[in-house]
T-cell receptor, first 112, second 112 residues
Framework: SQQGEEDPQALSIQEGENATMNCSYK?????LQWYRQNSGRGLVHLIL?????REKHSGRLRVTLDTSKKSSSLLITASRAADTASYFC????????????FGSGTRLLVRP | DGGITQSPKYLFRKEGQNVTLSCEQN?????MYWYRQDPGQGLRLIYY???????QKGDIAEGYSVSREKKESFPLTVTSAQKNPTAFYLC???????????FGPGTRLTVT
């Protein structure tokens, strides 16, 4: 299966703490993307990191990519209650298709 | 106001009936996608289209059909052949395959 895996499945932290989510995949990728989903809503794109990049930042978000370990991590610093959501990683394979392979997600709860 | 819209938000059908879910985008994106999401799960790709009048099966295309007659529109029909159609359906679009995807708000389909 090409599906990625995310770890942990669920994470509960206090407001102000940092949250780290990890993602692994199995084959060579073109890029890896992180998305956020509030309950019952569509997904919102957070960050895209290409296979030749190692780290990317966007506001309080930091994404790393280690292609030798086929893994990525998303760090949310100084978390807020509004960060409560599910976070998904998705990777695009090195073939010519437009397919994104989504992981099963990490459910983050930030307690006020 | 650019975006991607899906209608309706909730849809109820009797078993054995075909049902069509609408997806429209005014982002001038070439590529469009349909995903299915089951409770607590990631997204699984049903169909995608890279360009008008062309589409490819995703990982779970059985029991579904699509058309792409206009750039802005990518309707999904859930046929009576789909064994377990009750799910949350998400439509997305992207400029091309190598870019981030923009998601609609989703349609929750319940078949009884």
């Amino acid at each position: 299966s090409q599906q990625g895996e995310e770890d942990p499945q669920a994470l509960s932290i206090q407001e102000g703490e940092n949250a780290t989510m990890n993602c692994s995949y199995k084959t060579s990728i073109n890029n890896l993307q992180w998305y956020r989903q509030n309950s019952g809503r569509g997904l919102v794109h957070l960050i895209l990191i290409r296979s030749n990049e190692r780290e990317k930042h966007s506001g309080r978000l930091r994404v790393t990519l280690d292609t030798s370990k086929k893994s990525s991590s998303l760090l949310i610093t100084a978390s807020r209650a509004a960060d409560t959501a599910s976070y998904f990683c998705a990777h695009r394979l090195m073939d010519s298709s437009y397919k994104l392979i989504f992981g099963s997600g990490t459910r983050l709860l930030v307690r006020p | 106001d650019g975006g991607i819209t899906q209608s309706p938000k909730y849809l109820f059908r009797k078993e054995g009936q075909n049902v069509t879910l609408s997806c429209e985008q005014n982002l001038n994106h070439d590529a469009m996608y349909w995903y299915r999401q089951d409770p607590g799960q990631g997204l699984r790709l049903i169909y995608y289209s890279q360009i008008v009048n062309d589409f490819q099966k995703g990982d779970i295309a059985e029991g579904y059909s699509v058309s792409r007659e206009k750039k802005e529109s990518f309707p999904l029909t859930v046929t009576s052949a789909q064994k377990n159609p009750t799910a949350f359906y998400l439509c997305a679009s992207s400029l091309q395959g190598d870019y981030e995807q923009y998601f609609g708000p989703g349609t929750r389909l319940t078949v009884t």
